[in-house]
C-alpha cells in the first residue's frame, strides 16, 4: 500500500542535542511538508519542497532544518538552536497541484527534557 | 496568503446532520478550498475538496458559497467517531507550496 512513513513514533532527547525525525513516502509526489502542532493548536509550517534538492521556509523555520535529496525522503532535523522543541510533527505529501489533496503521516512526538 | 476562519468549537447529537462553516473571504479566483480532519495523536486525513460547485463523497459534502467568500462542511449524519477537529485550508491551483493551518473546529458528538 501506498502511503507516507514517519519514524519514529516517539522520540526522547536531552536539551542540547540535534535530533532528526525521519519521514519517507511511496505515492510519487512531488511537494513535502513538515508541519509542527503544540497541544490543543493547529498545525504550524516549517518547512515545505517542491522539487528534489529545494526548499522553503515555511513560518516557524528557526531552529530546524531539512534536506530533500530523494523525492521520497524529507528528513527534519531540530537543532539544539530551536527553543521550545517538544511537540508533535507532521509530515505531508502531496502532487504538485492544488486540487490535490494532502497526506499526512501519523507523526513523531519529540520530548526534550 | 489567503486564511481562513473557523469555530473553535461545534456540538452536534448523534444521528444529527453537522454544518461546519468556514470564512475565506480572501479567496482568490485560482484557490481550492481543502477540508480536513484530525483524531487526537494521528495526522489529519482528507476529507474533500472543491473549487466553485458543491462537491459530495462519501465522507461528506461541501456546499461553497457563490462569492465563493465561505464554504460549509456537512456531516450528513453525525457519528461518534467524527468526533475530531476539523481543518478548511486554501490551496492555489498553481501550488505556491506554502499551506496554511488555522486552528480548525473541535467538532463534539453528543451520544
Known amino acids: 500500500d501506498g502511503g507516507i512513513t514517519q519514524s519514529p513514533k516517539y522520540l526522547f532527547r536531552k536539551e542540547g542535542q540535534n535530533v532528526t525525525l525521519s519521514c519517507e513516502q511511496n505515492?510519487?509526489?512531488?511537494?513535502m511538508y513538515w508541519y509542527r502542532q503544540d497541544p490543543g493548536q493547529g498545525l504550524r509550517l516549517i518547512y515545505y519542497?517542491?522539487?528534489?534538492?529545494?526548499?522553503q521556509k515555511g513560518d516557524i523555520a528557526e531552529g530546524y532544518s531539512v534536506s530533500r535529496e530523494k523525492k521520497e525522503s524529507f528528513p527534519l532535523t531540530v537543532t539544539s538552536a530551536q527553543k521550545n522543541p517538544t511537540a508533535f510533527y507532521l509530515c505531508?505529501?502531496?502532487?504538485?497541484?492544488?486540487?490535490?489533496?494532502?497526506?499526512f503521516g501519523n507523526g513523531t512526538r519529540l520530548t526534550v527534557t | 496568503d489567503a486564511k481562513t476562519t473557523q469555530p473553535n468549537s461545534m456540538e452536534s447529537n448523534e444521528e444529527e446532520p453537522v454544518h461546519l462553516p468556514c470564512n475565506h473571504s480572501?479567496?482568490?479566483?485560482?484557490?481550492?478550498i481543502h477540508w480536513y480532519r484530525q483524531l487526537p495523536s494521528q495526522g489529519p486525513e482528507y476529507v474533500i475538496h472543491?473549487?466553485?460547485s458543491n462537491v459530495n463523497n462519501r465522507m461528506a459534502s461541501l456546499a461553497i458559497a457563490e462569492d465563493r467568500k465561505s464554504s460549509t462542511l456537512i456531516l450528513h449524519r453525525a457519528t461518534l467517531r467524527d468526533a475530531a477537529v476539523y481543518y478548511c485550508?486554501?490551496?492555489?491551483?498553481?501550488?505556491?507550496?506554502?499551506?496554511?493551518f488555522g486552528q480548525g473546529t473541535t467538532l463534539q458528538v453528543k451520544p
Open positions: 505531508a505529501s502531496s502532487m504538485f497541484q492544488g486540487s490535490s489533496p494532502l497526506h
Open positions: 519542497s517542491q522539487i528534489v534538492n529545494d526548499f
Open positions: 472543491g473549487l466553485t
Open positions: 485550508i486554501l490551496r492555489d491551483a498553481s501550488n505556491t507550496g506554502k499551506l496554511i
Open positions: 505515492l510519487n509526489h512531488d511537494a
Open positions: 480572501t479567496i482568490s479566483g485560482t484557490d481550492y
